[in-house]
């Protein structure tokens, strides 16, 4: 299909080990999202790519979260030494440009477990 | 701060019914964006509707409205005639200007709506 996909759906890992998640956006598309969702909760910004750049990396939780984006396609998600409370979904979305009004495409989600 | 409040975190309404999920929103731009999403029990996030903070006319796509009142900063999403597949969480959204440039987008906690047969 030719919607937002990422990799893998689950991941299950042991605390302090490090983690990739990967996001294949829509082609075409410039502007890149990662969220986090607890489990209940709502969507936590986390980081936004215009192309290859994030020009804000404020909302990543600590420094053992980082992100790219390489070719203006596909993101990874790294977090290194992973805590119990980096569980969550973590959710993609792309769109076709920026701006207030916006669609984004979200992916399926890569569900974290950290035991 | 909490920027994007949802006070119902559960609804419930009956099948062909009307129901309204609240959502209010706190910003100092004047420039922003309000969206409202569904989220299945599958887990993906689907787009529902769009409002912008200029435009004059209340949204509508389909039977989902968006009761747009600035002064109050509230965009009630209203959904008309229930249908059972409207079971989901609900979650209102805005999209504000990044300081560094870019745009961010603000999810509130969501609210599960529960439709009654």
């Known amino acids: 299909g030719a919607g937002v996909s990422q990799s893998p759906s689950n991941k299950v890992t042991e605390k302090g080990k490090d983690v990739e998640l990967r996001c294949d956006p829509i082609?075409?598309?410039?502007?890149l999202y990662w969220y986090r969702q607890s489990l209940g909760q709502g969507l936590e910004f986390l980081i936004y790519?215009?192309?290859?750049?994030?020009?804000?990396k404020s909302g990543l939780p600590s420094d053992r979260f980082s992100a790219e984006r390489t070719g203006g396609s596909v993101s990874t998600l790294t977090i290194q030494r992973t805590q119990q409370e980096d569980s969550a979904v973590y959710l993609c979305?792309?769109?076709?440009?920026?701006?207030?009004?916006?669609?984004?495409?979200f992916g399926p989600g890569t569900r974290l477990l950290v035991l | 701060a909490q920027k994007i409040t949802q006070t119902q975190p559960g609804m419930f309404v009956q099948e062909k019914e009307a129901v309204t999920l609240d959502c209010t929103y706190d910003t100092s731009d004047q420039s922003y964006g309000l969206f409202w999403y569904k989220q299945p029990s599958s887990g993906e996030m689907i787009f529902l509707i769009y409002q912008g903070s200029y435009d004059e006319q209340n949204a509508t796509e389909g039977r989902y409205s968006l009761n747009f009142q600035k002064a109050r900063k509230s965009a009630n999403l209203v959904i008309s005639a229930s249908q059972l597949g409207d079971s989901a969480m609900y979650f209102c959204?805005?999209?504000?200007?990044?300081?560094?440039?870019?745009?961010?987008?603000?999810f509130g906690a969501g609210t599960r709506l529960f439709v009654k047969a």
């Open positions: 790519f215009q192309g290859n750049s994030a020009p804000d």
């Open positions: 082609s075409g598309h410039t502007a």
């Open positions: 959204a805005m999209r504000e200007p990044f300081n560094t440039g870019g745009f961010k987008t603000i």
């Open positions: 979305a792309s769109s076709l440009r920026t701006g207030l009004r916006e669609t984004q495409y």
